[in-house]
């Protein structure tokens, strides 16, 4: 039978604001544990909560990007929550009247498909504090001695953004996440960090025969602590699915770990309990009530989004999808590459330069190109001058580094050192002849038939004029000479 998988994909971000969602102790990452705490975030009583606006504005620009509609009322929920890194015993949360609603995730793929999938709801809650489990050796609490809590990221704005069961392939959930993390990076809403545990995304997945419309039972995967670990994670547990199934049996509703050394899911909570938050309204905060103005302001400070872009570069500028990634991934770089190509009209060899030469000067020197001395406006300028055949492609090389270094303008560099293409027929038949007449057993050997000669000729000759030649010109003169 042909199986299909079905996956949906949750995420939980923290937002990157100076200070955390109801208090003001700093929301910062690796400091001492225990020490970014106050009365608010520990829940003790009679300590009440303030939202941070900062981060309420963070999640409508996140909102908008993703093409959610963004209700005018929205509130505060308590969800009761019984586990020891929440001192107060509920997390402030969001339930039936979230900051945002719908939306969806536009994505590419490696062939430069455009896909999307709708988002079910992004909502705003409060970040839980981290237990870590000591003596029993994989850091689990099973066989652990004692247990340690650290408080300092209780309370952090989080995002929670929720997919509908729309992607197909873990392949697909990488770029849906690629499209997420670059979008959020480019609201600069968050640091998106997996490492640092800004970003942590759970997998729901399950498989169904191909035609099917029926969800069949899920499972949910959870520590993945890379984008290829969620991709390894999903075909892994696709895999299972289908043996499982395959072999007779049936996929049992379960928790499952991602185990990163041994390739496998493992069961971790093998009962689904029954969720019963027995939600309420927070009566210590008021529901908000966004204003229209409030929402035009941050629409109008959304720049061009990450999918945007990549259907810019590939389908106006022609770029490969590698190319296109290469700037999306790289926010100045992208503004840099629009100057010249602003300047110069001229999207190929823009991308040639800025992709090509300037990047590996980039890479060499460990100075972005943005920060270089050479200017998008003396990029343009060289790219003109490429265009008017006033330099050939290996002078333009030369003269990109001599950019590089902060020697000027390619103008003053070619006119100071006379370093324009010699296209003058007469001048180029004197180096031809010249070359020619100081090689005569390469020319009797490509006379002979021989004629993968003519490379070490047209060598010489380049030399000769001190690589100012015009190489076209060279090779219809030496053809011409040696026929
Ligand atoms: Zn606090």
Same mark, same amino acid.
């Given at each position: 039978?042909?199986?299909?998988a079905?996956?949906?994909i949750e995420c939980?971000?923290?937002?990157?604001?100076?200070t955390k969602m109801?208090?003001?102790?700093p929301?910062?990452f690796g400091?001492?544990p225990?020490t970014?705490?106050?009365?608010v975030?520990?829940?003790?009583?009679?300590?009440?909560p #303030?939202p941070?606006?900062?981060?309420?504005?963070?999640?409508?620009?996140?909102?908008?990007?993703f093409?959610?509609?963004i209700p005018a009322?929205?509130k505060?929920?308590?969800?009761?929550?019984?586990?020891?890194?929440?001192p107060?015993?509920?997390?402030?949360?969001?339930?039936?009247?979230?900051?945002?609603?719908?939306?969806? #995730?536009?994505?590419?793929l490696d062939?430069?498909?455009?896909?999307?999938?709708?988002?079910?709801?992004?909502?705003l809650?409060?970040?839980?504090?981290k237990?870590?489990?000591?003596?029993?050796?994989?850091?689990?609490?099973?066989?652990?001695?004692?247990?340690l809590?650290d408080?300092n990221?209780?309370?952090?704005p989080?995002m929670?953004?929720?997919s509908?069961?729309?992607?197909?392939?873990s392949?697909?959930?990488v770029?849906?996440?690629?499209?997420l993390?670059?979008?959020?990076?480019q609201?600069?809403?968050?640091?998106?960090?997996m490492?640092?545990?800004?970003?942590?995304?759970?997998?729901?997945?399950?498989?169904?025969p191909?035609?099917?419309?029926e &969800?069949?039972?899920?499972?949910e995967i959870?520590?993945m602590? @890379?984008?290829?670990s969620v991709?390894?994670?999903i075909d892994?547990?696709?895999?299972?699915?289908? $043996?499982?199934?395959?072999?007779g049996?049936?996929v049992?509703?379960?928790?499952?770990?991602?185990d990163?050394?041994?390739?496998e899911?493992?069961?971790?909570? @093998?009962k689904?309990?029954?969720h019963?938050?027995?939600y309420?309204?927070?009566?210590?905060?008021?529901?908000? $009530?966004?204003?229209?103005?409030?929402i035009?302001?941050?629409?109008?400070s959304?720049?061009?989004?990450?999918?945007?872009?990549?259907?810019?570069?590939?389908?106006?500028?022609?770029l490969?999808?590698?190319?296109?990634?290469? &700037?999306?991934d790289?926010a100045?770089?992208?503004?840099?590459?629009?100057r010249v #190509?602003?300047?110069s009209?001229?999207?190929?060899?823009?991308?040639?330069f800025v992709?090509?030469? &300037?990047?590996r000067?980039a890479?060499? @020197?460990?100075v972005?190109?943005?920060d270089s001395?050479a200017?998008p406006?003396?990029?343009a300028?060289l790219?003109?001058?490429?265009d008017?055949k006033?330099?050939?492609?290996?002078?333009?090389?030369? &003269?990109?580094e001599?950019?590089?270094?902060?020697?000027?303008?390619?103008?003053?560099?070619?006119?100071r050192?006379?370093?324009?293409q010699?296209?003058?027929?007469?001048?180029?038949?004197t180096?031809v002849?010249?070359?020619?007449?100081a090689?005569?057993?390469i020319?009797?050997e490509?006379?002979?038939g021989k004629?993968?000669?003519?490379?070490?000729?047209?060598?010489?000759i380049?030399?000769?004029s001190?690589?100012?030649?015009?190489?076209?010109?060279?090779?219809t003169?030496l053809?011409?000479?040696?026929?």
């Amino acid at each position: 039978m042909n199986w299909e998988a079905v996956i949906g994909i949750e995420c939980h971000v923290e937002l990157k604001t100076q200070t955390k969602m109801f208090c003001g102790c700093p929301n910062e990452f690796g400091a001492e544990p225990n020490t970014n705490v106050c009365p608010v975030c520990l829940g003790m009583p009679g300590a009440l909560p #303030v939202p941070n606006r900062v981060a309420i504005e963070h999640m409508v620009r996140a909102g908008l990007a993703f093409g959610a509609e963004i209700p005018a009322f929205s509130k505060f929920d308590r969800k009761n929550y019984f586990y020891p890194d929440m001192p107060k015993d509920y997390q402030i949360s969001q339930f039936d009247m979230p900051l945002t609603s719908g939306g969806e #995730v536009k994505y590419w793929l490696d062939d430069g498909t455009m896909k999307s999938c709708r988002l079910t709801r992004i909502h705003l809650e409060e970040d839980t504090g981290k237990s870590s489990h000591a003596g029993s050796g994989d850091g689990r609490i099973a066989g652990s001695e004692y247990s340690l809590v650290d408080f300092n990221r209780a309370g952090v704005p989080l995002m929670e953004c929720v997919s509908e069961p729309e992607i197909r392939s873990s392949q697909d959930a990488v770029a849906y996440l690629t499209s997420l993390r670059e979008t959020l990076l480019q609201l600069d809403v968050s640091d998106v960090k997996m490492e640092e545990g800004s970003l942590r995304c759970d997998a729901n997945v399950s498989i169904r025969p191909v035609g099917a419309t029926e &969800l069949g039972t899920k499972t949910e995967i959870k520590n993945m602590n @890379s984008f290829r670990s969620v991709q390894r994670a999903i075909d892994s547990e696709i895999r299972r699915q289908i $043996e499982t199934v395959e072999a007779g049996g049936r996929v049992v509703q379960e928790t499952r770990g991602w185990d990163e050394a041994r390739g496998e899911t493992h069961t971790m909570r @093998s009962k689904e309990e029954a969720h019963d938050y027995r939600y309420f309204p927070d009566p210590d905060l008021v529901p908000m $009530e966004l204003q229209g103005d409030d929402i035009d302001r941050l629409r109008s400070s959304l720049a061009e989004l990450p999918w945007q872009r990549f259907q810019r570069l590939t389908g106006e500028y022609g770029l490969n999808v590698k190319q296109a990634g290469q &700037l999306i991934d790289n926010a100045r770089l992208a503004e840099y590459f629009d100057r010249v #190509v602003t300047a110069s009209r001229n999207p190929q060899q823009s991308t040639n330069f800025v992709l090509g030469d &300037l990047s590996r000067l980039a890479n060499e @020197s460990g100075v972005a190109v943005a920060d270089s001395k050479a200017s998008p406006d003396d990029v343009a300028e060289l790219i003109a001058m490429v265009d008017a055949k006033t330099i050939n492609s290996k002078i333009a090389k030369t &003269l990109v580094e001599r950019m590089w270094k902060g020697d000027g303008s390619p103008k003053a560099i070619v006119e100071r050192e006379g370093l324009s293409q010699t296209s003058d027929p007469g001048a180029v038949e004197t180096f031809v002849d010249d070359v020619l007449a100081a090689n005569p057993n390469i020319v009797a050997e490509y006379r002979a038939g021989k004629t993968n000669v003519a490379g070490f000729l047209v060598g010489q000759i380049m030399k000769a004029s001190r690589g100012k030649a015009d190489p076209a010109l060279v090779n219809t003169v030496l053809k011409r000479k040696l026929e």
